[in-house]
């Protein structure tokens, strides 16, 4: 746990007692401030009264009394409207933050030379596979890592700070909002595209909650920025001629001799480039990284085949792959290990996984793309998929995917998006399967019977919540019904 300073002996209301809420207020109490804890669920307040906080009926509490609301991630700042307890701070002229900002000022209260070094990541797609392949590319370099964050274990609940740490964290845009001095050293947006518009106000104030990563960007910090989306260039542009180091990641080819095989062999950087543009890739400084052809390239300078890291297939992956390569080398990993752990890296569960093979057909699980933008990612990946898509339809279905239903050989619906889903693919052959076990099983058995080599792939386009909890839950029924079939499982990387 990292104990949060600075409210010692004052009344803090905590809202919100799920995973961040209840790791807030154990790391303020850690701290020395007098939390008090209230949340809509009585068996949520019951395990904060078991633990010994104080629990106390926020609607009717006394607010001039505390120092400070901390919110949960999950409870409305502005949209669709503020949050009643948000009414409440605002009357009392107190600040509202959440378990990001505390971490901020956890590290901030330490002395300079103590405190650790922290790698951020938020992004519309992509950050919790580029959060886990930092983590581990970091790790197999041998440096002391804690990761957490909007994945796996809440950022309080990290480990207490060491100077020669690492913390790599998934900031959400939930999260986001709720910041005022997280400056991370090196804030990465990995892309930007329609989600969560309804919590933002829309588009601009979605951006804006994104931005907010980069608030703190100035000397001695590194900024790595996905362009390939307007929203993305534009922050790019924003933070050009500052202090600090900018680099953008694309999956084009904007750097002379870059991609498609090309580039400069790092060995030969300085003879190819006496001065200081050599030493700025030495030192781990760079303009451009390209993704592109299953290969990186940065600023000319042949970096990766990614062709050799089997969890690391598609446009997006390699874009993951920049985005962490960038960020080892900022950390002062070197180039050698920096490649060498992306070629190890094993892969997320829900994330393009080969849950298993049965003859000749290879079951993939996507289920972590909720949107069309993330069934993107996957669809681009092979020339041609047997499809599992639907569930909970958001903004736009799948109108966006119409370029890629070429390379659809049939696909099959489940959820509430069946009907949709259905009329929008037009001739692009499918059925409507319904429910997971019937869609795995209609798939691999058209699949089964080209004779070739094919691939089953769930990438809903969907939420989950017409059928599952969450999308691991989701991913877990897909695995389980290719087991069901006689696959032979997937070993790990």
């Known amino acids: 746990m990292i104990p949060v300073p600075g409210f010692e002996g004052r009344r803090i209301a905590v809202f919100g007692l799920g995973r961040s809420g209840l790791t807030a207020a154990r790391a303020l109490k850690a701290g020395g ?95 919790s596979t580029t959060t886990a392949l930092i983590g581990w590319v970091l790790k197999q370099a041998g440096l002391t890592v804690h990761v957490g964050g909007n994945i796996g274990i809440g950022v309080l609940a990290l480990p207490e700070p060491t100077p020669e740490a690492v913390y790599v964290i998934e900031v959400s845009s939930y999260q986001l909002d709720l910041t005022t001095t997280f400056a991370p050293d090196v804030a990465i947006l990995t892309n930007i595209s329609p989600d969560h518009l309804d919590r933002h106000g829309g588009m601009e104030g979605y951006v804006a909650a994104k931005a907010r990563l980069f608030q703190g960007y100035g000397q001695g910090r590194f900024a790595l920025i996905g362009t390939d989306e307007p929203a993305g260039r534009k922050l790019h542009n924003q933070l050009i001629g500052l202090p600090g180091t900018l680099t953008a990641v694309t999956t084009k080819v904007l750097s002379a001799g870059g991609g498609r095989r090309g580039g400069t062999n790092p060995d030969n950087v300085m003879g190819r480039y006496p001065g200081r543009r050599g030493e700025l890739f030495l030192e781990g400084r760079m303009m451009n990284l390209e993704a592109t052809d299953g290969e990186l390239t940065g600023d000319g300078v042949a970096i990766a085949d990614l062709r050799m890291a089997r969890s690391l297939r598609g446009r997006h992956n390699a874009q993951n792959a920049a985005f962490a390569y960038a960020a080892a080398r900022a950390v002062g990993v070197s180039h050698e290990a920096a490649v060498q752990g992306l070629i190890s890296f094993p892969g997320l569960a829900h994330r393009m996984e080969t849950v298993g093979t049965l003859g000749r057909v290879r079951f993939v699980n996507d289920s972590k793309a909720t949107n069309a933008d993330a069934a993107r990612q996957a669809l681009t990946s092979y020339d041609r998929s047997f499809w599992i898509a639907g569930g909970r339809a958001k903004q736009g279905g799948i109108d966006d995917l119409e370029e890629l239903f070429p390379r659809v050989v049939e696909a099959f619906l489940i959820g509430e998006a069946a009907g949709p889903f259905a009329a929008r693919l037009g001739e692009t052959p499918h059925r409507i399967s319904g429910d997971m076990a019937t869609a795995v099983q209609q798939a691999y058995a058209a699949a089964a019977a080209t004779g070739r080599d094919e691939v089953v792939l769930l990438s809903p386009a969907a939420a989950s919540f017409d059928q599952y909890p969450d999308f691991e839950v989701r991913g877990e029924a897909f695995r389980a019904a290719v087991l069901a079939l006689g696959a032979t499982p997937m070993a790990p990387s």
């Open 33 to 127: 401030a007098l939390p008090v804890l209230w949340d809509d669920s009585v068996s949520s307040r019951m395990q904060a009264e078991a633990e010994g906080f104080a629990v106390e009926d926020l609607t009717v509490a006394d607010w001039s009394g505390f120092a400070a609301l901390v919110l949960s991630p999950g409870a409305p700042l502005t949209h669709p409207k503020p949050h009643w307890t948000v009414d409440k701070a605002h009357e009392a002229g107190i600040e509202i933050i959440g378990d990001i900002e505390l971490f901020a000022r956890a590290l901030a209260a330490l002395p300079e030379g103590q405190r650790p070094r922290v790698v951020a990541i938020t992004g519309t797609n992509g950050k």
